[in-house]
């Protein structure tokens, strides 16, 4: 068999990386539930007409197709995609199971998604995304939209990253200044200056009268509209300087403004009201949300979201909600490509118990189950070398400590063999320093 070739864009983490990611999860986790957010997940396939529906392109989703497609069903599982994100699988969810769940509803959601995209650094066809989202029946407050940076400010703090900020606008401002100045097709400007950062302002302005139908005064004032960033509510006064009106433009900053000042009382410097902001899928109706990561701004957001109204409806019935998803395997592809993370030992092993002799193995055994009931994580010799062999063993593998059972009666004894450190112990009462019981990450 020849050598495997990698497949780009499914990343494969080392041991050690997997245990820095399972740290990272955890602490999300623990976040997610401290706001009162239950677990939840989805099934990994969804029907192609509902993926698409995101306004996404066909090419980023893989489509499942039968190897041995019998005449039956076959076109049925053509119809089937792979999800590329959690909040279309959550609406379907919500759709289905409304009559069990009481609203206003809320749910994280931590699992792998899938995209057909260019592999790129911080960018993969196979990711992990950590979602929050509340949804509710027919109405949803707006103060829920306030509250998603203040989760995710204290899930991304909690981890041993640079630091974030989180750009928010509303979609109100920009739909309701652009029928202001009389552009007709607002979804096309909101698209195109979406592009903003890609291809820069004179591109953006020919895309506007390419795709909305903007003249040149229009396109000026839409970018006049993008430029506008502040790290309080005064951007508001700066929205309302450029002297257009309209009543969903005047809701939209309304909302926005009680978005930052909550942001603003709960974290100073965690968000920043940035209306160039637009996020490109199509569902988004308010507040819209994108984070950067201090240093790495230039491979755009880590964690982005917004409020949607019309993605779950079943007839008269609407269930608006508002969500925020953290691309975990995009920050954590980054800070390892910049050897930001580490851990500090390779394996979850604290002690390695080492073996006399293969007749003597049961006495090792037994020692190793006494410290795995006290939460020790223990594992036994894999050979009865001579001790110094047994050593080196523990030192490959990053194993602080070795454990040598006494023969003849003589008292068991431990080694920190990081500084030589020999002393007598016993598997019912020894315990490893804190900071050596498992494995830490910084």
Not at 60 to 89: K, N, S
Request: aromatic share 8%.
């Amino acid at each position: 068999m020849s050598k495997p070739t990698p497949i780009s864009g499914f990343p494969e983490w080392t041991p050690g990386q997997r245990m820095i990611e399972q740290f990272v999860l955890d602490k999300i986790r623990a976040t997610f539930e401290l706001y009162g957010f239950a677990p939840l997940e989805t099934r990994a396939v969804e029907p192609l007409d509902q993926l698409l529906r995101k306004g996404e392109t066909s090419k980023e989703v893989y489509v499942i197709r039968r190897l041995h497609a019998d005449a039956e069903g076959a076109g049925a599982d053509d119809q089937l995609g792979l999800h590329f994100d959690l909040t279309v699988p959550f609406a379907r969810y919500v759709l289905e199971n409304a009559g069990k769940l009481a609203f206003p509803f809320r749910r994280y959601q931590i699992q792998k998604v899938w995209r057909g995209e260019r592999p790129q650094e911080g960018r993969y066809r196979e990711f992990v995304q950590a979602d929050i989202d509340i949804v509710d029946r027919d109405t949803l407050a707006p103060h829920h939209e306030a509250e998603m940076p203040l989760v995710i400010g204290d899930a991304l703090r909690s981890l041993p990253i640079p630091p974030v900020t989180i750009q928010v606008n509303n979609r109100k401002i920009c739909e309701g200044f652009y029928r202001g100045i009389g552009l007709t097709d607002p979804e096309a400007a909101l698209r195109a200056v979406d592009k903003l950062d890609k291809i820069g302002p004179a591109k953006v302005a020919e895309l506007l009268a390419q795709t909305a139908g903007a003249s040149e005064a229009q396109a000026k004032a839409c970018l006049a509209l993008a430029e506008i960033s502040a790290p309080d509510a005064s951007f508001a006064d700066a929205v309302r300087a450029l002297g257009v009106s309209d009543p969903l433009l005047d809701e939209g900053i309304d909302e926005l403004v009680r978005v930052v000042e909550t942001a603003a009382e709960h974290s100073p410097g965690l968000c920043v009201a940035d209306l160039r902001i637009a996020r490109g899928l199509d569902y988004y109706t308010g507040t819209v949300y994108e984070t950067q990561l201090r240093g790495y701004e230039r491979f755009g957001s880590i964690c982005s979201g917004g409020r949607y109204d019309n993605l779950a409806s079943a007839g008269a019935v609407s269930y608006p909600g508002v969500g925020i998803s953290i691309g975990v395997t995009r920050l954590l592809g980054l800070l390892f490509g910049a050897g930001e993370l580490s851990v500090s030992r390779e394996v979850p092993t604290a002690v390695l118990v080492a073996v006399t002799s293969e007749e003597q193995r049961t006495a090792s055994n037994r020692v190793a189950e006494a410290l795995r009931r006290r939460g020790v994580p223990t594992e036994v010799s894999p050979s009865a070398a001579k001790f110094g062999k047994q050593i080196r063993y523990a030192e490959r593998r990053g194993i602080p400590y070795v454990w040598f059972p006494g023969a003849e009666g003589a008292p068991d004894e431990v080694k920190d063999i990081r500084s030589g450190e020999q002393v007598t112990a016993g598997a019912g009462e020894w315990t490893p320093p804190l900071g050596d019981l498992k494995p830490t990450v910084g």
